[in-house]
């Protein structure tokens, strides 16, 4: 019997105290990005560091930043074994709509195999699962078979702000050998799978104006312009009719995708009436000539996120608004960049807003997208772990999601992220009702303890 | 002197009194599309009946409807002398945006010579100078020249909801010579004009449906339909490039103008720089072919009043909604049928919502416009009234509003109504810091008496 087996033994037994504690850190409800919350990610900072002493790390910091606090840890007796940054993300994403929450979104409520809160899958339960493979470990022969490093942020859900900055004034402490990025998920509890290609995000905020005033529909309308009915154009001229984004040159970086990994993903077993049943959606739709995987993993796309203006309560007011909103983002994929995609959007603006109508864009972020290297030794490592615990190979993924900082580490630590994590594709991450199947997480300790074993043989 | 002049003069010596009880008036916030503002409303419909006891009428009313209260007084001791039903309504629009208002919204505060409030020039005041008319010919004779029903209702801003079947209860006792109704205003200061036709309205609510809950964008974006994008393609697909609306049949119905009714129009002086001035618009934009004039008085037009759907809260969430939803009216022109627009828009909506995105439209409310004859006895009284006080003969106007009780005076009383008030373009009515000028409130005032003592010569 290995350390690791006996890590693992030690795991199987602590399901009950693992399950209490994950519920309360749920409780904790950190949403980056509503003021009124910011106590609460001082509280969830707090527990994440309390919790890494705990392990035992050997330094632990909870660093002041312009937003939300970032926590660093490390414990570097394995001299000679590689340094693994383990990155996490203790902010979650604002609950409404409320009203469509089964069970209160930070109640943590236990239904079936299921733990339900904001927070669950999206990535509390993954970063915590991790720290249990640590205390098994620990707990096992009084130390860690690799180098650990901890970097846990605040402000992933509102484009990770502040961490680059704090990437750069903290190179030599954040060297690494690799990343492992447990903001991430499976294909299905049977199917364990390792995402090797993210997206990157740019989120857009477009604010039109055009009378000087809220005007009365009926002495007015028809007489100037109506901002809504110009947002309405400006959001249907950016789609074609075969789903391809209209901006000029929005595919011209684009990697194509060849052959090899086009047969490759082929294999990740997707069924039409699957995607289906997880979005819900009555009809899938998309770019023309390629497959839905292909479509949120290999193919840029545009959504329009929010959208509003005018009179939005109860009943009718006739009103002639003086404004309108919409949130945009834009997922990219290699090798498109950003930046550039700001100013097409920006020229779109300028060519198609009319005549009396002016128009302001605002960044809320901006983040590259990230390809990886599948055939690396960590990533090797990886995946005979995710054997060893689910008995089957993974499936190798793109995935339409972005994780900004992949790239960041890439570019700013010349580092690789391995993104193992035990979400699944239902778990309704962002919207309301959002669980984690809990059976798959406590495996997923398991995999952790037994990749972190096998980078230290 | 006659007696007219006698309670002229009577009101030219009571404007602080008046200014006083307006400003008491305006501070009830009667919203009638909220909720939370039914006690208020109550509190309002006590106040109108309260002041018309004040005035002497043998008869008041509040009758409880299904929603809002409508007060119903009469005075009939003029034997032998037309009988005039004086409508008004009590209720106001909701205040939002409301951080755009100067002063409280229901603060009546005065600046200069206007008054600031909701309700101030929509339609508070006109009903109020109405009242002080009466006022002051009671004072003057202890009598009134005609006989005066009054009907004022709680709903008008919600579509008169309930104000049919309370018309077809009560046919007897309201019936009348002619209508005067107060819910009207004036070209400017020193221009009276007559409004001799509304448009009609009909308010729809959209909702579309896509994927079955909130995804994440990144996860799910390119592959399910986003309902903000096809409810913005389906907005902008209801005008063409010449600002027509395309539903089929939207204009077949249409009155064209002929020559000598665009000549009277032409009368109006409307100048782009002051349609600008009061839109605060940089451009003026409408149907081809049209002038302002026309584009707001005889033709039809469609707003969205109203858009929203996904995150529109601070900061980012990258969510691909599950629904969006959109208010939208149109205004009708003889001999348009608020009815057929219905079945139009849900053919434009059958046709062109995509597969797998379900819609529902609710009807907010639906009125006729109307046409009145501008060279009946009543209508001659009122502009010789107008041309006593002001000193100079009024323009006959078309109006974009709609006043929806003018047709179903038409329909079920039988009656013409006299569109009589003092309102002014710019009052800001529906929008923030809606105003009523006091000076042209208190020739209001002296315009009612005399209209009234014509009426009775």
Redesign the interface.
Known sequence: MTHADKAVELARGRHAAFLNQYAEMLRIPSVS???EHRDDMVRMAEWCAEELRRLGMTRVEINGTPGHPIVYAEWLNAPGKPTVLVYGHYDV??V??VH?WESAPFGADVRGEWIFARGASDMKGQFFAQMKALECLRDTDGAYPVNIKYLLEGEE???SINLPAFIDAHREQLACDVTLNCDAGMHAPDMPSITYSL?G?A?FEIELR?????????????????P??V?????????DAK?RVTLPGFYDRVRPLDDEERALLARVPWSEEE?LEI?????????EGYT?HE??GA?P??????????????????????R????L?T?LVPDQRQGEIEGMLRAYLEANA?????WTLKI??LGPGAVMDRKSAYMQSAAAALEEVFGSPPLFKR????VPVVGLFQEKLGVDSIMLGFAL?GD??????ERQHLPTLFKGVEAYIRFLYRLGE
């Open positions: 990005t509503l003021p994403q604002p409404d709509p469509e859900e509102i484009g997206r995000l989120y055009a009378p000087g005033r809220d005007l009365h529909s009926g002495l007015f309308g028809g007489s100037v312009r109506n809504i009915h947002l309405a154009e400006l959001i249907a001229g950016l789609h789903g995607w979005t819900g959606a009555a009809a899938l739709y998309g770019e839905t479509r949120v193919r796309t545009l959504d329009v996120n929010g959208i509003w203006g005018g009179f939005t309560g109860e009943g009718a007011k006739t009103v002639l608004p003086a309108a909103w919409a949130k983002s997922r009319p005549k009396g109508v002016e809320h972020s995935e339409g999601g972005s594709p309704g991450i962002h919207g309301p009702n």
